[in-house]
């Protein structure tokens, strides 16, 4: 059997700095969020200062991650990106002395200290998330079809954090900075905001460590509606969906969306993704996984099979830990909810359909 050994790689302005963290970083953890509010990913490095001997970290220098294995046979290495972070707090501390350096995605910090965001009549979700990304310094990687989506609330004073947050909810996507850009794609979609499939990955007993499935009761609503003004009728017009549960009674529960939408289409825009919200809220998968596999990223789709009922079937992963430690390695920590649209993707295992694997590699299913 193949013995690899855990490492770690981290750049600086293009140069390789990781021999000044060899025998120094006693723990590296890069968190990957699906925006919900979090809005960046986050990284944290420990190094030993027991001779105050390292040199003090600067606040705004800018480091790129990297984690993977060696195989000890042959030498060669496979590294995973996990992205270009901005320093934001230096700690320093004791005993036993050490420096705590952390930061989050680049981008987020400049784009948070500003307030004032332009705003006109008929602006898109393209041009206010565009002012946010420029006063971030970082380029806007946008869906082609959420880019033109109108503004339908007056966001005139809202911080760029809480605009992002609100936008999410209402057009069921996910909002983040992450490797210099700013994010914005649809949620558990299987595609980035480029339209480039995801990854998938499929997990079986074995690549479990330490894990828990929880199901929650979201209170059984079997439908979402929401109001919009028919123009044409002057009156209000009602919209409503499904969301595929039932009332032991028989009885229907609705959830009534408590804004008034401008149009038939955005009433049914915001149906849907309140039945996605809710969709994630019925429960939750958190998994360690036996082997750390820094290939594991946010919003793939995540196959259980093997497993008892209530555990197997479709997640999406929703925030991924990845942490380097010096005397234990690399551990990969994995919060998953089932996924907004409710499609179960167990069926693609008889397709021969290509997935992830943990330790990063793809392989063509039986």
Do not use: C
């Not at 990781?18 to 809005?39: C, K, P, Q, W, Y």
């Not at 057009?171 to 700013?182: P, R």
């Amino acid at each position: 059997m193949t013995d690899y050994a855990p490492i770690y790689k981290i750049m600086k302005d293009g140069v390789d700095i990781t021999d000044h963290f060899n025998d120094r970083a006693t723990s590296i953890m890069v968190e990957l969020n699906s925006g919900r509010g979090e809005g960046a990913d986050r990284f944290s490095v420990v190094v030993d200062d027991r001779d105050f001997a390292v040199a003090s970290p600067h606040i705004g220098d800018r480091l790129a991650i990297y984690m993977g294995f060696r195989d000890v046979e042959t030498g060669t290495s496979r590294l995973a990106y996990l992205g270009l972070y901005e320093i934001g707090e230096v700690t320093y501390m004791g005993t036993p002395k050490a420096i705590l350096i952390t930061g989050t995605s680049v981008g987020m910090n400049n784009a948070l200290k500003s307030q004032e965001l332009k705003f006109h009549d008929n602006m898109t979700v393209g041009d206010v998330l565009g002012q946010l990304a420029k006063k971030g310094g970082v380029t806007l990687r946008i869906d082609p079809d959420l880019a033109e989506k109108k503004i339908t609330k007056n966001q005139q004073g809202i911080s760029g954090f809480a605009l992002m947050t609100q936008l999410e909810s209402e057009f069921g996507a996910m909002a983040k900075f992450q490797d210099g850009k700013l994010i914005f794609s649809k949620r558990d979609s299987g595609v980035d905001a480029d339209g480039d499939a995801l990854a998938a990955m499929v997990l079986r007993p074995y690549h479990f460590g330490q894990w828990s499935v929880k199901h929650t009761d979201r209170a059984n609503y079997t439908d979402v509606k929401a109001a919009w003004w028919d123009k044409d009728k002057h009156e209000t017009t009602w919209e409503s969906k499904s969301t595929g549960e039932s009332d032991d009674a028989g009885e229907k529960i609705p959830y009534r969306l408590n804004r008034r939408f401008n149009t038939k289409e955005e009433a049914q825009e915001a149906i849907d993704a309140k039945i996605g919200i809710l969709n994630r809220a019925s429960g939750e998968a958190t998994i360690t996984l036996a082997m750390g596999s820094p290939w594991v990223r946010e919003q793939m789709r995540l196959i259980i099979t093997g497993m008892r009922p209530g555990v197997n079937g479709t997640y999406v992963t929703d925030k991924v830990t990845h942490t380097f430690q010096k005397t234990t390695g690399i551990t990969t920590q994995i919060l998953a909810l089932p996924p907004g649209d409710g499609v179960d993707m167990s069926d693609k295992l008889e397709d021969g359909a290509v997935l992830w694997s943990p330790d990063g590699s793809q392989t063509s299913l039986p």
